[in-house]
């Protein structure tokens, strides 16, 4: 019988032709949509439409959700190397490999594959295999991807000694129950979990179908993979409507070196275990993701704003008020290290927004921070005014510090609440974030020197944020009101500054994910503040002020909160060292460099953005301090 993945429709001649004049992100795009043909075309011959409907996954438990198929650290590698032996011999032309032994863990079990051949980060090919024995399943899938390659070069030992090899093993699927028809794309995501859920969409006898680990790197939603499948099935919105939908799991992993260990991925991140949250970890985690901003610093002093690895660009966005951030968390880490570059960087970087720091007209010892266009927004003064605070050489910028305090505190108003912008600002914006990083900046003035004035500011805030905080919770106004007044009660010894704090802080625990409302375990610990189960990088942001209301929490003798609130912070800053992308999760990406080290906004979105790393250092640096301070010895 014909393999039919190699007689599949689009390996037609003039596929060369058309890949030639395509731009390399839109080749890539268009691969990864092969593959996926690639093993659809595979499945409705060998499976009657489906990749392994009717089969037995690799210790699979079977219910009405997909379960991903359960593949032992040591078959992983065994699968791998019998794969790539295979490649080898193939090469050599030495007929087929016979592996000597067939681990007993694998004898007798069923399983569709795809493997995928990557050099450098560019996919040089991809293969999949139906249903069938899973080391035949591993070696035919792993033919079908070197015979892809062998289409646009030579294949050779040489190249086989520099390629990477990802495996996906398949689980069976399960048909979904919409309560709207396909039609409402958007309501599948309720019910598929990106990065871990597969889909297959069927149509009139068409099927076609994505794999989990394309929403990962290819950085797409589940809508906008089911909307390009449904391109490719049918024009017809009646078709359409009619469409059957399955989901699949899958147990994927790659070599993180040619022929070298293997490493598994959930939503293409490695998973960190509990235990692994040490005082050794969360170091080397900060210092590496300082040298990562250190990288990104450009010749103005300010760093690459945001870099998407499925593009290989940066993008042209620009924020200054996250250009300071990271500025600030760049100065504090500062402290805590003796590192020259890193310190360096963060003065050149506060140099930068020193140097756009502007007199406000008809007020005499006034300064803001002035940003593009006349925005002016009152954080990136605020955040310049923390980095002065929190940079060794502070003293530097004594003068210019106190002169935007006094613009901070001019910001105020009569009720208690901020402007969010300096004149001649044509856009205020709202009052849920940027207030908050004000009462910061002026509260660790404080700590500088105690003021009657930002004493006074504190009081006069206190009624109105609070009252806007009970009539219109979010958790966005947390983040930097949570750290004003935890840092003003430690200072003041006040009870309504710590009990404002608290209540905050337990509001904010009710979306922390856990063994009782989550059955990921990569993602427990994350805050879902943005829906149901979606944990992303704002938990770095909620932990600044976790840790703040922790230490308050000890600091006021209050036992059942510094419990609560130490077990978040762990749990937290377990999930935000899984968004630090490692060596091993960079495979598919073109330029490591730009990717290693730094951090995903979630485990789904690889999208690099400072603000994700300023939260994630900030985050890092604190947790630190307040669960490893200098004098504890333990691990």
């Known amino acids: 019988m014909q393999d039919p993945i190699r007689s599949a429709a689009w390996l037609e001649a003039d596929l060369r032709t058309t890949l030639a004049a395509m731009t390399p992100t839109s080749r890539r795009r268009l691969a990864a949509l092969l593959l996926v043909a690639a093993w659809s075309t595979a499945s409705s011959s060998d499976t009657g439409g489906q990749a392994t409907s009717g089969t ?74 139906a249903a069938g024995p899973a080391l035949e399943a591993c070696g035919r899938a792993a033919f079908a991807a070197i015979d892809k390659v062998a289409e646009t070069q030579p294949v050779d030992l040489d190249l086989l000694d520099q390629v990477l090899l990802g495996i996906e093993v398949l689980g069976v699927p399960v048909e979904l129950a919409l309560p709207d028809d396909f039609t409402n794309i958007e309501a599948l995501d309720r019910f598929v979990e990106p990065g871990v859920d597969g889909v297959i969409l069927t149509v009139g006898g068409r099927t076609k179908q994505f794999l989990p680990s394309e929403i990962v790197n290819q950085n797409v939603t589940v809508s906008d993979a089911m909307l390009s499948l449904a391109e490719q099935v049918t024009t017809s919105k009646a078709e359409l409507a009619g469409a059957t939908i399955s989901c699949f799991r899958t147990c994927e992993w790659y070599e993180h070196t040619p022929g070298g260990r293997v490493v598994e991925l959930r939503r293409g991140m490695t998973f960190v275990e509990p235990d692994q949250v040490t005082r050794a970890a969360l170091t080397l985690a900060a210092e590496r993701l300082s040298d990562y901003l250190v990288r990104r610093q450009r010749m103005d002093g300010l760093f690459g704003y945001q870099y998407e690895p499925s593009l290989d ?14 500025t600030w968390a760049l100065s504090a880490y500062a402290r805590s290290t003796d590192r020259n570059s890193v310190r360096a960087a963060a003065l050149t970087a506060l140099r930068s927004l020193a140097d756009r720091s502007t007199d406000l007209p008809s007020e005499p010892g006034v300064a803001f921070v002035a940003g593009p266009d006349h925005e002016n927004e009152a954080g990136v003064t605020a955040a310049s005014v923390l980095a002065m605070i929190d940079h060794p050489d502070r003293a530097l910028f004594a003068d ?32 849920t974030v ?19 004035d930002i004493l006074a500011s504190f009081d006069t805030a206190l009624p109105f944020y609070r009252r806007l905080f009970r009539s219109e919770p979010d958790s966005a106004f947390c983040v930097w009101q949570m750290q004003a007044f935890a840092a003003m009660a430690r200072q003041t010894n006040r009870r309504d500054y710590a009990e404002f704090t608290f209540e905050m802080a337990d509001w904010l625990l009710r979306f922390q994910l856990d063994e009782g409302n989550c059955s ?43 419990t609560a609130y130490e077990r978040a912070l762990r749990n937290g800053v377990r999930f935000v060292l899984q968004l630090q992308v490692r060596p091993e999760e960079a495979y598919y990406s073109l330029t490591p460099s730009e990717v290693v080290w730094g951090v995903r906004a979630a485990p789904t979105k690889n999208l690099l953005r400072i603000d994700s790393c300023h939260h994630a250092l900030t985050a890092l640096t604190k947790t630190i301090n307040v669960l490893y301070p200098e004098s504890d010895s333990g691990p």
């Open 400 to 431: 210019r510090r106190d002169r935007l305090i006094s613009g901070l505190l001019w910001l105020q108003q009569d009720d208690g609440r901020f402007l969010t912008a300096f004149p001649p600002a044509r856009h205020l914006p709202g009052q």
């Open 56 to 129: 037995r996954a690799i210790s699979a438990d079977l219910g009405s959700q997909p379960s991903a198929p359960r593949v032992s650290a040591a078959d992983q590698r065994y699968l791998t190397q019998a794969a790539r032996r295979s490649l080898e011999q193939h090469v050599r032309g030495d007929g087929v490999y016979v592996p000597s032994y067939v681990p007993s863990s694998l004898a007798g079990e069923v399983a569709g594959c795809v493997v995928t051949i990557r050099l450098h980060g560019r996919v040089l090919g991809g293969g999949a295999a």
């Open 520 to 562: 990921y375990p990569e993602l427990r610990g994350g805050f879902a503040t943005h829906g149901p189960g979606r944990a992303g990088v704002s938990t770095a942001a909620y932990l600044g002020g976790i840790a703040d209301a922790f230490e308050l929490a000890r600091h006021r003798h209050d036992s059942a909160r510094s």
């Open 434 to 452: 940027q207030p908050g990083l004000v009462l910061l900046a002026v509260a660790r003035a404080y700590d500088l020197r105690p003021r009657a």
């Open 313 to 326: 660009r940066f993008t042209d966005a620009e924020d200054l008020a996250h250009q300071a951030g990271a």
